[in-house]
């Protein structure tokens, strides 16, 4: 992956241009879009809140920030007329982020808000957000969007947990569901076009990996969840399973600020593609 503060490569998963696009504000790298962008699915991260950041109980220092965002709390947000309408966000059912006890697998909470709930899931405006792709349907016909309903059944099916059944996980699922498998480990993807990736793997991670004989990516990676998914949205094997990513993300180079038009992505001709 690159390293943080590498050149932005070609958004594979960038912006559209259009009327209602804005330009990614200053420092923001192509292939990131402001909250008040145009209509559509974004991917959103932020640092992890209490218990490891004490945002609301005094807890202790983030024993994974080495890996930069990769273990950021992730979340879809859907904006409909300029507006934050829907949030598609699981975590722990007392509100927080994570668990205290990573170990533990706790009661999980609703997967989808709208209204006033979702809009305070917005972040601060200038806050960098992947921008996946148009919303499939509008926000009142969500109920009834068959993909979507069976990926939350999915997630809401499992108690939450921090490594095995998380955010990241239930994200991953979400982003492919709401873009029918065109979009795939849109987490990772925000890692990588918006947020920051570790130059080496932290010793936190590898410390991990000794421990619980499994390695660190599991906890990072959605592609598991989509799978056992599979069956129940109807999905081929060859959309539920991991892909690779596009050439555009294996060569960074140096881009315009201003969003890349989803007609000008080239993707492989076989697997699911990212627009």
């Not at 241009?17 to 962008?37: E, F, L, T, V, Y």
């Not at 722990?92 to 170990?103: E, H, L, M, Q």
């Not at 990926?151 to 492919?176: M, T």
Request: glycine share 12%; with cysteine; proline share 11%.
């Amino acid at each position: 992956l690159p390293t943080a503060g590498a050149p932005a490569p070609a958004a594979a998963a960038a912006a559209p241009a259009g009327d209602s696009a804005q330009a990614p504000a200053a420092g923001m790298p192509a292939g990131a879009a402001g909250p008040s962008a145009r209509d559509g699915v974004y991917l959103h991260k932020r640092p992890l809140g209490d218990p490891f950041n004490g945002a609301a109980g005094g807890g202790g220092g983030n024993p994974l920030a080495e890996a930069g965002s990769v273990f950021h709390h992730a979340l879809l947000l859907l904006v409909e007329d300029g507006t934050v309408a829907a949030a598609l966000d699981f975590g722990p059912a007392d509100g927080t982020d994570v668990t205290r006890n990573v170990f533990q697998a706790v009661p999980g909470r609703r997967v989808l808000t709208t209204g006033s709930a979702a809009g305070a899931a917005a972040p601060p405006p200038g806050t960098p957000m992947l921008y996946l792709g148009e919303a499939p349907c509008r926000i009142a016909e969500l109920g009834k969007h068959r993909e979507l309903q069976a990926a939350i059944a999915a997630i809401e099916a499992r108690e939450y947990h921090a490594l095995w059944h998380n955010c990241i996980h239930a994200a991953d699922l979400l982003g492919r569901a709401l873009t029918g498998g065109r979009v795939v480990s849109a987490p990772l993807l925000y890692d990588v076009l918006v947020g920051q990736t570790p130059e080496l793997e932290p010793m936190a991670l590898l410390m991990f990996q000794l421990m619980m004989q499994r390695h660190w990516f599991e906890a990072a990676d959605g592609s598991g969840l989509s799978q056992a998914s599979a069956d129940a949205l109807g999905w081929p094997a060859d959309v539920a399973e991991p892909a690779p990513l596009l050439p555009e993300l294996e060569a960074p180079r140096e881009v315009d600020a201003a969003p890349v038009p989803a007609a000008a992505t080239s993707a492989p001709a076989a697997g699911p593609v990212v627009h």
